[in-house]
């Protein structure tokens, strides 16, 4: 790659003038957005490039509002567009990211992973499960982490249960006063996917119950520290 050029994951682009697009792209140094003029024209050979979910390299020009002058494909991921639940997972993910990174996070480090969750969303067989080590991490990632090993009021690390709206552990103990908590065989295979290195996940291959009551743990989590409802993810539950 050369200096000027950088990779980014197109995050959304929406449409500019009569034939242009300004897209919205992931990237090492966080979200930057570029104008790239003339892309909805037929002959443009930016046409198939300047799409959400596109992985590209892209050379932009140093003005205070790059244009994009040249783009090439980094990966083409097949799997991911052919399968329409790989496709709403790719889009959540960009919807997550969009609406909650800022510009102090350690984004060499989001989009390191981000790259690798591509790769393993186009050959998983569990994307939906991939998608809960993804909101997981990134959870964390943005400070909201779990301390699954210690209850939040003492010393105690067994028999923990998971507050369902905050996140929080309670033992044994301090558990009574509080109305909606989840037992630990509940919510354990969470703490495999925010534990697992991505590459190395293998599916817990849990059924639909157990992954419906996961998934809406992992929503209420999102809802009272980020309150997100991404509307890829509403799509994912109905046609899921
Ligand atoms: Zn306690």
Do not use: W
Not at 59 to 65: R, V
Not at 123 to 143: C, D, I, Q, R, S
Not at 159 to 177: I, N, P, R, V
Not at 195 to 215: A, E, G, R, Y
């Amino acid at each position: 790659m050369k200096p000027d050029e950088t990779v980014g994951y197109i995050l959304k682009t929406v449409d500019y003038g009569d034939h242009g697009k300004i897209l919205y792209a992931y990237t090492s140094s966080g979200i930057i957005s570029a104008i790239a003029r003339g892309v909805k024209k037929m002959h443009s050979p930016l046409r198939h490039l300047v799409q959400a979910g596109m992985l590209v390299t892209m050379h932009l020009s140093k003005s205070k509002f790059p244009t994009l002058k040249e783009a090439s494909m980094v990966k083409y991921h097949q799997a991911i567009r052919n399968d329409i639940i790989k496709t709403t997972v790719a889009s959540t993910v960009r919807e997550l990211i969009y609406y909650n990174v800022n510009e102090h996070d350690d984004h060499p480090k989001l989009f390191n992973f981000v790259l690798k969750f591509l790769d393993v969303l186009d050959t998983t067989e569990a994307p939906l499960e991939l998608l809960m080590v993804f909101e997981m991490k990134f959870l964390y990632f943005l400070g909201y982490g779990i301390s699954f090993n210690r209850c939040s009021r003492c010393e105690v690390s067994e028999k923990l249960s998971l507050d369902l709206y905050t996140g929080m552990m309670f033992c044994e103990q301090h558990a009574d006063e509080n109305t909606s908590l989840i037992k630990h065989e509940t919510y354990q295979p969470l703490q495999y996917y925010l534990h697992v290195d991505v590459l190395k996940f293998q599916p817990l291959k849990l059924n639909k119950t157990t992954q419906t009551i996961l998934s809406n743990i992992i929503d209420s989590l999102y809802e009272t520290h980020l309150s997100t409802k991404t509307k890829a993810k509403q799509l994912l539950k109905s046609i899921d």
